[in-house]
């Protein structure tokens, strides 16, 4: 991935993937701090955590930005954030288990907007950036209306994280049911959030993203 031009790695222990199962603590910690303290000495790393103990052990293993898929409910997570550089704060319901079933919102945008905002707000980090968690507790048309108005987000001011990456969206609006045939589906939708403003994508497919963006930045601004 560094080979690649990734400019930051983002480091997890615990799957968020709808159904996932919970992970111990010990085997979070076990999971992470062995690779952030290895790939922090070459690389930024964000640390994907809902626990305050592994946030606090990423950052003393050289984590500089905290990835937060609960969007700092938990109010220690809000106070950690201040020892990081950046927060991103990302919008979810619910946990793996139960976030299918709370997909249901008066206004999506509006909704996904006020929810993601009331974390963003209590982030102490110097630097937050809000993602609107495309997939976590929204439904494939509801990922791709987010998507669609991701400006939405951009205009808050906050810098803006799209995470679509061979997502189940793609694949049910592709007919793509595996995720391996899913890499044209995520790269439309980072040049969707490219476009709309977005300042960051987490990807899977390093090197095809890195193309895409640097032909879409050289064409914006090509005379």
């Known amino acids: 991935m560094i080979e690649q031009g990734a400019d930051w790695i983002d480091i997890g222990g615990e799957s968020t993937r709808p159904n996932a199962e919970d992970v111990s603590l010990q085997e979070e910690l076990d999971r992470v701090i062995?690779?952030?303290?290895?790939?922090?000495?070459?690389?930024?790393?964000?640390?994907?955590?809902?626990?305050?103990?592994?946030?606090?052990?990423?950052?003393?293993?050289g984590a500089t930005i905290l990835n937060d898929v609960q969007g700092l409910k938990n109010p220690l997570m809000a106070e950690i954030s201040a020892h990081f550089e950046k927060t991103i704060v990302m919008h979810s319901r619910g946990t793996p288990k139960t976030m299918k079933g709370l997909a249901s919102y008066t206004h999506l945008v509006e909704d996904v907007l006020n929810e993601l905002l009331a974390g963003a707000q209590i982030s102490k980090a110097p630097e937050c950036w809000i993602d609107p968690g495309i997939g976590f507790a929204k439904n494939a048309e509801q990922s791709l209306s987010l998507l669609k108005h991701t400006n939405r987000f951009v205009k808050t001011g906050f810098p803006v994280l799209i995470g679509a990456s061979r997502k189940s969206f793609i694949g049910h609006s592709l007919d793509k049911p595996t995720t391996s045939g899913r890499l044209a589906g995520s790269l439309a939708a980072?040049?969707?959030?490219?476009?709309?403003?977005?300042?960051?994508?987490?990807?899977?497919?390093?090197?095809?993203?890195?193309?895409?963006?640097?032909?879409?930045?050289?064409?914006?601004h090509s005379e």
């Open 34 to 61: 062995p690779l952030v303290e290895d790939l922090s000495r070459t690389i930024t790393i964000s640390i994907d955590t809902t626990k305050p103990k592994v946030a606090e052990a990423a950052l003393k293993a």
């Open 190 to 220: 980072v040049a969707a959030g490219y476009y709309a403003g977005a300042k960051a994508f987490r990807v899977h497919d390093v090197q095809e993203t890195r193309d895409l963006i640097d032909l879409l930045w050289k064409i914006q």
